[in-house]
């Protein structure tokens, strides 16, 4: 599966143009599509007290970020790349019509991203002492 997601890089460059574009659009996409009614969120699962819907989407992004980019000076690239992402487009959001920041999204987003990083790093402290 690694060898997938490496060879074909487009996948992961198209779900973050996808997420870009879903995150910038004044409204909800998905909403629209769904209820019909742009002003509606759909919600996976409750909110703790960070956004599960942030939380969920950069778990997936840094998940695919990682099998796509293997080698370690991509994912160091890779890591401050999802950073950056995750506080630049909640930060749009202050600029942007009918979206607002909200800190339990920047959180969540934030929060995915760290999780998938400590879990590759288990894996890799795992792997070395296996050896």
Do not use: A
Not at 13 to 31: D, K, Q, T, W
Not at 54 to 81: A, C, E
Request: aromatic share 20%; with cysteine; charged share 10%.
């Amino acid at each position: 599966m690694k060898n997938f997601f490496s060879n074909y890089k487009i996948i992961f460059f198209s779900i973050n143009v996808s997420l870009i574009f879903l995150y910038l659009y004044p409204g909800s996409v998905i909403g629209w599509f769904i209820y019909g009614n742009k002003n509606i969120q759909p919600q996976i699962t409750p909110d703790f007290i960070i956004s599960s819907n942030h939380f969920y989407v950069f778990v997936l992004i840094s998940i695919l970020g990682f099998l796509t980019f293997p080698k370690l000076n991509q994912i160091k690239i890779l890591i401050l790349y999802l950073i950056l992402l995750s506080i630049t487009l909640e930060f749009c959001h202050l600029f942007v019509p009918e979206r607002s920041f909200q800190w339990s999204d920047l959180f969540g987003n934030l929060i995915g991203v760290i999780i998938v990083i400590l879990v590759w790093q288990i894996k890799n402290i795992y792997e070395i002492f296996k050896k």
